[in-house]
């Protein structure tokens, strides 16, 4: 039955927004996850979704059966990786210097918020949807 | 008195029934994408999907065509493509989307409300035949 396609589509949205929930989590964890070697040093994540399709058939009025948000990959960021000389840490190299993620902690906690929301907003049409088909379920009684 | 037709009885509410049903899936699928690159949020158009489901009387006062260049008002819809139409965004975004996450919500609690509605008109239809069978 067609109407419950919008459990798909609220579902693949809380999927996406919760990779997203956990790859916020996994920056955060490794802020200060400092290296001695730039190229092995944690490099912040970001998942990116894409849109699959929705189409409504000419004159069927049907939207394609696929309509929903996938997550397309996750992408390390390239930004450069914040050096600091600290000299007393065990893992610093021969300059005395140590590497930090390029993890912006700030950017994180806004995109937590961002996620957090758009999950509530997805749980809402849930909800919502939920409550009008058992509504329809009790039609003429 | 022609033979009673439950579908003619239940008349426009059981196709605006499915057809809110399928908005609700639309505005589902904007707010899903809420956060998707370049993605274009999208609306259905109300009129003609219902007109196509075969709910609506809007074509009981057809344009005539009397000549072979006029235009056939009657496809007029047909022409122009599928019933889901883009929205016209409020304001620019960086990355392409173009979904008002405020305007999303409004317009599902909006569909929710009319769903509803139909909904009622249905159940109330059902119990005026109840109403009648039983007799009481």
Redesign the interface.
Known sequence: MSSFKVFDIAGSGLAAQSVRLNTVASNLANADSVSGDPATVYKARHPVFSAVRAALAAHGGTPASEAAVRVAGIVTSNAPAAVRHDPGNPLADAEGNVFAPNVNVIEEMTDMISASRAYQNDVEVMNTSKDLMLATLKLGQ | MSPLSIDAYLGVHSHA???Y??R??????N???????N?KA?D?DFRS?LA??GGSNASALPLATTHGTHLNTQSAS?AT????KYRVPLAPSLDGNTVD?QLE?AA??EN?VR??AA?TF??DK??TLMTAITGQ
């Open positions: 029934l499915q057809v049903s399928q609700g899936e639309v505005l589902a699928n707010l899903a994408n809420a956060d998707t690159p993605y999208q259905v999907v196509a489901s047909a493509g599928s019933a889901l996450p919500q599902f609690a929710t769903y509803q909904l249905l159940s059902f119990k």
